[in-house]
């Protein structure tokens, strides 16, 4: 087993802060400027860089903090949006492992059967900062072969050691202050007084004495981190339903701003949809507008349809991207929700090096999609054929569906339709009549009949009579039309040869 621990020390800060918009708004941030504490009690319990450079200190008193700093931004803390923000993470965990355990302040992810799948441990950490940074969160990370383990070092270190001493979980821990233990906190002055500085130090020690002086429950820390005890962990499940909200720090007038809060929704998303072995078909975002009088609760829906179900965050920002960029919002927007319209059960996808089919399949269904996000749904249009002889009305256009462009292929369609029969890709939109020369019909030279005829005469039902004899004829410039002859000519047809259609 290994385990990867995720501390949050600055969890009420980022909590308070994490919704800001600073990355897609031209306007500064005040925040970026001003120093900033939370505050429980009227004492200051987290504080950014700026409050630190200015010398408050936790435990500190607010109004201390405040002759330090005149320009000081007191938060109160927030469990809720704590709590909130500390499931958000669990969901974007879930893209790596399905046992992800909730701490006050942190994570715990088992994933020992991942790391082929992700290429590694190294990957997976950088890939879970950086998700963590997009949703707002500050994270130090570490692993061991225990879950305590892996919480304790994750007190001290970061990512630069992210798995170090080949597993020799004695040799992980052994190093570390006693200041990482939960249950010496209170004996930290004595024990250091008798010369117990680090975790080594404290297992040399008599267990009898320890328990008997410290209590038993350090004990027990202490060999569930070197996994001499057993340790239960109760796994965090992910919702039936997807259906999540955003408020907003302030009123957002423009659509670009409103991309950075909905890709936070996005990485939930596709998270829940991994721990479900799940991809989506449709998702709605929803744009709660800025009432502009008493009970007027507008809001403004955003509908995205898939060709095939994905739950590939980068495809599914893209879609969003491109739907949005159309949009014109009727109010300041206030709040955000993403839905998950349609659920499909879907495997991971397993690796390829050469293309296949379905892969093929799923490009062009991505093309359309994004097409249709950015033109609208009627102007992406497929041909389809029709039970027809007439050449004209056996091919149509009609708006293509996001299922059809990934099952259909109209090419295998008319090779069907026309089994012994050899048709031009390209038909012009009406016929082009022709003009004869020594009996031969003429376009830019004399053309030379190479096959033909082909005989239609079909339509009498809809009062559009076709009768033709169709060849293939070539000019001098060696270029392959497809032309007619009408069997029933008049003066108003000329010489009665038509061209149809040209050869690629």
């Known amino acids: 087993m290994l385990w990867i621990a995720l501390h949050l020390p600055q969890l009420p800060l980022d909590a308070a802060l994490r919704c800001r918009l600073r990355h897609t708004s031209c306007e500064p941030d005040p925040y970026d400027h001003t120093p900033i504490v939370i505050c429980e ?4 319990g987290w504080c950014n860089q700026l409050a630190d450079d200015a010398g408050i200190r936790a435990g500190s008193s607010e109004a201390s903090a405040r002759a330090l700093a005149a320009d000081l931004q007191s938060l109160l803390r927030d469990p809720a949006q704590e709590t909130k923000a500390l499931e958000e993470a669990a969901l974007w965990s879930l893209h790596f492992t399905p046992h992800v355990v909730l701490r006050p302040d942190g994570l715990l992810l088992e994933v020992g059967a991942s790391l082929r799948l992700f290429g590694g441990h190294q990957r997976i950490a950088t ?8 949703l ?9 072969a225990t879950a305590g383990g892996a919480w304790l070092r994750a007190q001290t270190e970061g990512i630069t050691q992210v798995f170090a001493h080949d597993g020799d979980i004695s040799a992980a821990l052994d190093p570390l202050p006693l200041h990482v233990l939960d249950h010496a906190q209170a004996h930290l002055d004595t024990l250091d007084g008798i010369g117990c500085h680090c975790l080594a130090d404290l297992r040399q020690l008599p267990r009898a004495g320890v328990a008997r002086r410290f209590g038993q429950a350090l004990l ?12 239960a962990h109760q796994w965090f499940e992910a919702p039936a339903t997807f259906d999540v909200k955003l408020e907003l720090p302030a009123r957002v007038e423009h659509t670009e701003a409103l991309l950075f809060a909905a890709r936070r929704l996005l990485l939930q998303l596709t998270g829940w949809l991994s721990a479900r072995h799940a991809a989506v078909a449709g998702i709605t975002l929803h744009l709660h507008h800025e009432s502009t009088r008493q009970r007027d609760h507008r809001s403004t829906a955003v509908s995205i349809q898939l060709g095939m179900p994905s739950r590939d965050i980068d495809h599914l920002a893209l879609l969003l991207r491109e739907r949005m960029g159309q949009l014109d919002l009727i109010a300041p927007v206030i709040e955000i929700s993403l839905k998950a319209d349609q659920i499909t059960a879907q495997a991971a996808p397993n690796t390829e090096l050469f293309p296949t089919p379905t892969s093929d399949a799923e490009n062009t269904g991505r093309l359309v999609e994004r097409l249709q996000s950015r033109l609208g749904n009627d102007a992406v249009r497929q041909l389809s054929v029709f039970a027809d002889h007439r050449p004209e009305k056996s091919v149509m256009s009609k708006v293509l569906s996001h299922q059809q462009a990934v099952r259909r292929n109209a090419r295998n369609e008319v090779a069907d339709t026309h089994p012994h029969c050899v048709r031009p890709t390209w038909l012009l939109p009406q016929p082009l009549a022709l003009h004869t020369h020594q009996h031969k019909p003429f376009y830019q030279s004399p053309l030379t009949l190479l096959t033909g005829p082909e005989r239609i005469e079909s339509g009498w039902w809809d009062d559009g009579l076709a009768t033709r004899d169709y060849f293939i004829a070539q000019n001098e410039q060696h270029v392959l039309l497809w032309i007619f002859r009408l069997r029933t000519t008049s003066s108003t047809h000329g010489s009665g040869w038509f061209l149809h259609g040209l050869f690629a």
């Open 41 to 44: 009690r009227n004492i200051v």
């Open 127 to 134: 890939q879970l900062l950086s998700g963590l940074l997009e």
């Open 136 to 144: 707002g969160l500050h994270a130090r990370l570490a692993s061991a």
């Open 220 to 231: 027990s820390e202490l060999d569930r981190a070197y996994g001499t005890e057993a340790e």
